[in-house]
Each structure stands twice: as structure tokens, then as C-alpha cells.
């Protein structure tokens, strides 16, 4: 059995880009699903300046890839989406396991819940 695992830590402050190589934004955290023991949310941090005037975005783990040759994720979703969409900010963040947002968040970007 070939069993690949990622330590979370290495993988927070890196970029996250697109298919095409393009910069999309930071990853802040990694939010777990205690009750399922699951990844629940990557959190996106988009645009700004030096982490000044970014939004956050809670982004499904279905939603990024991860690149073992490159060492990075991959995102699945086209800057457009992010630019349209509601995020939030560092100092004010939702109630991530609150289960209307969850399910807004997981059909926003079209992923499939993994709690069904």
C-alpha cells in the first residue's frame, strides 16, 4: 500500500496557484473536521498587499490538488470565482463549522460534501 501524507505546517504561507502556473493566493490555515476526521477548508488568502487588504476564502479541500514534484497546491477554481464571491477577513471570521456555511461553501465552488 503506498500511503502519501503532507504535513500541514510546511504547506501554510505557500502560494497557491492555478492549472496555467498563475499565482491565485496564500494558503492561512488548514481547518479540520474533528467529528469526520477530515479536512474541511483550506483557507485562501486572496489579493493585498503584504497581507494587508486580503480576503480569506474557505475553500474546499476537494478544490486543490497537491503537486508532490513542485512541492505546492494546486487550485481548481478560476480567480473570477474568488473576485465574486463573499470572503472574509482576519479579524472577522465566520462560524467555519456553522452547517449553512459549510454547505454554501462546498456548493459555491462545486464540490462534493464528504459528510453525505
Same mark, same amino acid.
Given at each position: 500500500?503506498?500511503t ?7 504547506r ?5 496557484v492555478?492549472?496555467?502556473? !498563475? ?12 467529528d ?20 480569506? @476564502? ?12 513542485n ?8 480567480? !473570477?470565482? @474568488?473576485?465574486?464571491?463573499?470572503? @472574509? ?11 449553512? @456555511? ?15
Amino acid at each position: 500500500m503506498n500511503t502519501s501524507v503532507l504535513s500541514a505546517s510546511t504547506r501554510s504561507g505557500n502560494w497557491i496557484v492555478n492549472a496555467s502556473g !498563475e499565482d491565485v493566493g496564500k494558503l492561512e490555515d488548514i481547518m479540520l473536521d474533528l467529528d469526520h476526521g477530515k479536512v474541511a477548508y483550506a483557507v485562501l488568502s486572496v489579493g493585498g498587499f503584504m497581507g494587508m487588504g486580503d480576503k480569506l @476564502f474557505a475553500l474546499p479541500w476537494e478544490s486543490l490538488q497537491v503537486d508532490t514534484a513542485n512541492k505546492r497546491l494546486i487550485c481548481n477554481v478560476p480567480k !473570477e470565482k @474568488f473576485e465574486a464571491s463573499d470572503g @472574509f477577513d482576519k479579524s472577522n471570521w465566520p462560524n467555519l463549522a456553522d452547517p449553512s @456555511f459549510r454547505d454554501r461553501t462546498y456548493s459555491q465552488y462545486g464540490a462534493k460534501p464528504y459528510w453525505n
